[in-house]
């Protein structure tokens, strides 16, 4: 009864709870480790994060704390809204309530607890609280119970958006998860299809233990080499598509430079056609055409004798010379 009054207690001090969410009980090996993630609600991202222990949230020990050295590592990761805590070389003296908070002000600091119990052989565990895969293909978590749990309803679940897996296949098109319970004191979780997506924190729930596991997914060689592919496929094609940039980059830097140089000759052309002679004028002075003064006289003694009298050319600038016949 005692134990359910001080769980109504904390209820109450945290009543802001949603702004910040971790597992609410845990178990861990004497003399082992564990990390414990914290997540925030992005209003926090730039706030300071620390870690305390104690009954109550008033009353708890600073053990971790961002930018600061402590009994434990408390690493903060805005990009993801969550923070975590690794604990190491846990003692039964570690058991009891822990707390992941937001300091805003001593009066407005957001804090939510987790109980952490510590035993020689804890009712649930997992293999490694680490796992990696790769995109595209599998990963196996297994995750082991008490026979005290044997009947109790077990999970998988992920921390971010809180949505679990129960005995049985579910999933989507693309990944699948299977979880199998061998009723022997230990279930599987079978991850196929992995995308990068799926990595994260999840944890194995088992009644009202959990044991968190960080689950990394990475870019497999092939799809490396696949995109490279893709790439090299491409590229010839882009460059069939674009046969002409260099020449035409040529043309727009010479074809200002070979229109000035037209324009130049055009313009001494019609210079020189300006300034040439006359085809006529340049007939030579023996075919110039002039005319004298013809005249026709008639003797007194009544002998017919013409003379014909033509004077030299004038000295005019024009060749031609223009006279008149007269008959006298």
């Not at 407005?108 to 997992?126: C, H, I, M, N, R």
């Not at 491409?234 to 020449?247: F, H, V």
């Amino acid at each position: 009864m005692a134990h359910h009054l001080i769980l109504f207690a904390i209820l109450l001090l945290t009543a802001d709870a949603e702004n910040i969410w971790t597992l609410k009980h845990v178990t861990v090996r004497q003399g082992g480790t564990v990390t414990l993630p914290c997540l925030y609600d992005s209003r926090y991202e730039l706030n300071p994060k620390y870690w305390c222990t104690g009954l109550t949230w008033g009353l708890c020990t600073i053990n971790a704390h961002t930018n600061r050295n402590g009994k434990w590592l408390l690493t903060d990761d805005p990009s993801q809204n969550l923070f975590t805590v690794e604990l190491k070389n846990l003692t039964t003296s570690d058991s009891g309530y822990h707390w992941c908070a937001v300091e805003i002000s001593k009066q407005l600091d957001l804090g939510e607890f987790v109980y952490l119990t510590v035993k020689a052989v804890p009712d649930v565990s997992v293999v490694s609280s680490t796992v990696s895969g790769h995109e595209g293909g599998n990963v196996s978590i297994q995750c082991f119970y008490s026979s005290t749990f044997k009947n109790k309803h077990k999970e998988w679940c992920r921390i971010k958006d809180k949505g679990c897996y129960t005995v049985g296949k579910s999933g989507t098109s693309q990944n699948t998860v299977q979880i199998s319970d061998d009723e022997r004191e230990s279930f599987t979780v079978l991850m196929s299809g992995l995308m990068l997506r799926d990595s994260g924190w999840y944890y194995c729930s088992v009644g009202d233990l959990q044991a968190p596991v960080h689950l990394f997914v990475q870019c497999t060689n092939t799809s490396k080499n696949l995109n490279q592919s893709l790439d090299n496929a491409t590229s010839p094609l882009e460059d069939n598509k674009y046969p002409s940039n260099g020449i035409l980059v040529l043309l727009w830097i010479t074809g200002p430079l070979l229109l000035l140089m037209l324009m130049v000759a055009f313009y001494t052309w019609r210079i020189k056609r300006k300034h040439r002679p006359d085809p006529n004028s340049m007939a030579d002075d023996s075919t110039s055409l002039w005319y004298g003064t013809v005249v026709f006289k008639k003797a007194k003694d009544d002998k017919e004798d013409d003379h014909i009298s033509i004077p030299c050319a004038p000295d005019r600038d024009d060749d031609t010379v223009y006279s008149t016949v007269k008959c006298l």
